[in-house]
């Protein structure tokens, strides 16, 4: 049977599959509090001062520079004194410092990424009893980063920074919930704990309610609640709930339908960095909604959002390749990025895998593997896939 491949199969399919990206995990930040006032205005004098007391041993001035290096909005941003200065706090107890260094490890910040490192300082900063290490130390063993994947452990320091009313970890527990990670799935309680976090302030958890009320998980479905919690996300500077806001309109989600409203909240989510905008900004410039139809645009996009890790775009690149949209069709490229999509077990990825070795594009045919794509596909939910293997469609 010859089959064909697919972008987005239905625009429905890039909002299920973003339905992680809606309650997405919060990764780790240095979380470093607010320059402080002596130092914050960038006045010399303040600066000096501050040298002046942290050269004569204050821990709390040497966090401080340390941190006045690391941000980079006072002074020249500079890794190799910040972590000379976050030693000196450190080595005096200042749990920040520790943290601050375990996120120089995490991310490679002058200093080569090391996750054992980034783990150990975090250790040191939680069990001293800093929430924020405790949260950003439950993250690396939820991803495995340093350490075999630890569901329970990740539950364990997430539940640790909870407990002192730390915003992201009560989030982050609301993830594993939302999604049954280490824990029973409990909708509920997810939602319960979005809504601690909402008290804190944290944004994240705003937008994770309105999606909570979007899909009907743990509350009853209300595309009204959803749009007001998405709104009150966005005012804080939450892109990806600008993106969703985008979703409603562009469905007409207790909304008239509304493509002009739609791309200006997906453009706005795309400038401010936010993958799932970019795609949904990139769907609209593919099918010609709202917009005039252009694919250089639509790969530009796809490409931004694709390189921050999102396997729809990914996805959507192979198929512009795989079928000549907007650039020369180009098997080999279409099967790069549908591989790249597959192995984060994007469905639509995997059925268009099963597709290139079915047809022998870009590869040789192989009956085998395209059936082994095609169940694949099937498994995560594709329904071309079920259709094509015999199996039940729901």
């Given at each position: 049977m010859?089959t ?5 199969s239905?625009?429905?399919?890039a909002?299920?599959?973003?339905s992680?990206g809606?309650t997405?995990?919060?990764a780790?930040?240095?979380?470093s509090?607010e320059?402080?006032g ?5 006045d010399?004098?303040a600066i000096v ?7 004569a041993?204050?821990?709390a001035?040497a ?8 941000d980079?909005?006072v002074v020249?941003r500079n890794?190799?004194?910040?972590r ?5 706090a450190a080595a ?7 943290n601050?260094i375990?996120?120089?490890y ?16 975090y250790r ?14 439950g ?9 075999g994947k630890?569901?329970?452990?990740a ?12 915003p992201?970890?009560r989030y982050?527990l609301?993830?594993l919930y939302s999604n049954?990670?280490g824990?029973?799935?409990?909708a509920?309680?997810a939602l319960d704990?979005y809504?601690?976090?909402a008290?804190g302030?944290?944004?994240?958890a705003?937008?994770a309610?309105?999606w909570?009320y ?6 009853e479905?209300?595309?009204?609640a959803?749009k007001?919690?998405?709104?009150k996300?966005a005012?804080?500077?939450e892109?990806?709930a600008?993106a969703?806001?985008g979703q409603l309109?562009?469905?007409g ?5 509304d493509l002009?409203?739609a791309?200006a ?6 400038a401010?960095?936010d993958?799932l905008?970019q795609?949904?900004?990139?769907w609209l ?6 917009v005039a139809?252009?694919?250089?645009s ?10 921050q ?5 990914q ?9 000549g949209l907007?650039?020369?069709r180009d098997?080999?490229e279409?099967l790069?990025?549908?591989?790249k999509a597959?192995?984060?077990?994007e469905p639509t ?12 594009r870009?590869v040789?045919?192989?009956l ?6 095609y169940?694949s596909?099937a498994?995560?939910?594709n329904i071309?896939?079920k259709?094509?293997l015999?199996?039940a469609?729901?």
């Amino acid at each position: 049977m010859t089959t064909r491949p697919r972008s987005l199969s239905a625009f429905l399919l890039a909002l299920l599959l973003a339905s992680a990206g809606a309650t997405a995990l919060a990764a780790p930040a240095a979380d470093s509090e607010e320059l402080t006032g002596r130092a914050a205005t960038g006045d010399p004098a303040a600066i000096v001062k501050l040298l002046e007391q942290a050269r004569a041993g204050d821990a709390a001035a040497a966090l401080e520079v340390g941190m006045l290096y690391y941000d980079g909005r006072v002074v020249e941003r500079n890794f190799a004194l910040a972590r000379e200065w976050l030693d000196k706090a450190a080595a005096k107890g200042q749990t920040q410092a520790m943290n601050l260094i375990g996120h120089m490890y995490q991310e490679g910040l002058g200093v080569t990424q090391d996750y054992v490192q980034a783990r150990l300082w975090y250790r040191q900063a939680a069990d001293a009893g800093l929430a924020a290490a405790a949260n950003n130390l439950g993250w690396l063993y939820l991803e495995g980063y340093g350490s075999g994947k630890s569901p329970a452990l990740a539950k364990e320091w997430f539940g640790r920074a909870a407990e002192q009313k730390f915003p992201a970890a009560r989030y982050n527990l609301g993830y594993l919930y939302s999604n049954g990670i280490g824990v029973p799935r409990d909708a509920q309680h997810a939602l319960d704990l979005y809504r601690e976090a909402a008290e804190g302030g944290y944004a994240p958890a705003l937008r994770a309610i309105g999606w909570a009320y979007q899909t009907g998980q743990g509350v009853e479905r209300d595309f009204a609640a959803a749009k007001s919690w998405y709104e009150k996300a966005a005012e804080k500077g939450e892109f990806e709930a600008e993106a969703m806001l985008g979703q409603l309109f562009q469905q007409g989600l207790g909304v008239a339908p509304d493509l002009n409203a739609a791309r200006a909240h997906y453009e706005k989510a795309a400038a401010g960095g936010d993958p799932l905008g970019q795609l949904f900004l990139g769907w609209l410039y593919q099918q010609g909604l709202g917009v005039a139809q252009d694919y250089a645009s639509a790969l530009a996009w796809y490409r931004k959002s694709a390189a921050q890790g999102n396997a729809t775009a990914q996805n959507n690149i192979g198929y512009l390749y795989d079928q000549g949209l907007g650039v020369k069709r180009d098997d080999k490229e279409a099967l790069a990025w549908y591989l790249k999509a597959a192995r984060q077990d994007e469905p639509t990825a995997l059925f268009n895998l099963g597709h290139m070795y079915e047809d022998a594009r870009g590869v040789a045919r192989d009956l085998d593997q395209a059936f082994r794509y095609y169940q694949s596909a099937a498994d995560h939910g594709n329904i071309a896939a079920k259709r094509i293997l015999g199996q039940a469609v729901r």
